[in-house]
């Protein structure tokens, strides 16, 4: 089935706490491409990992529910002032070969 990534991170958006959200695929899943949610907090809010994982099972379709969720204290950004995502992609495999 179809994730749109926007929408996705519309949902994640609404969670109390967070500020920023942009989605890339990353790997491979049972279910198809790999999704990692990228979050910044609202400042004075903690928030980690699982609540926002049990927070996107309450708000979103169970195949747009995110892999992984990594907390940021900013996103990437392009010159232009839009999220790279180029970046994140990059990081998420930083990550996993760190494992």
């Known amino acids: 089935m179809l994730v749109f990534f ?3 991170e519309k949902a994640i958006a609404t ?3 967070v500020e920023t959200v942009a989605v890339v695929a990353r790997g491979e899943t049972l ?3 790999g999704i990692i949610a ?3 907090l609202t400042p004075g809010k903690s928030l980690n990992q699982e609540e926002i994982q049990t927070a996107c099972f309450e708000i979103l ?3 747009a529910i995110p ?3 990594c ?3 900013a996103l990437p950004l392009l ?3 839009k999220v790279d995502l180029q970046k994140l992609v990059d990081t998420a495999t930083s990550v996993n070969k760190n494992k």
């Open 38 to 40: 990228y979050c910044t």
């Open 79 to 81: 010159p232009t002032g």
């Open 6 to 8: 926007g929408d996705v």
């Open 31 to 33: 279910r198809g491409k």
């Open 15 to 17: 969670i109390p706490g």
């Open 71 to 73: 907390i940021l204290e």
């Open 61 to 63: 379709p169970r195949r």
């Open 67 to 69: 892999d992984r969720i």
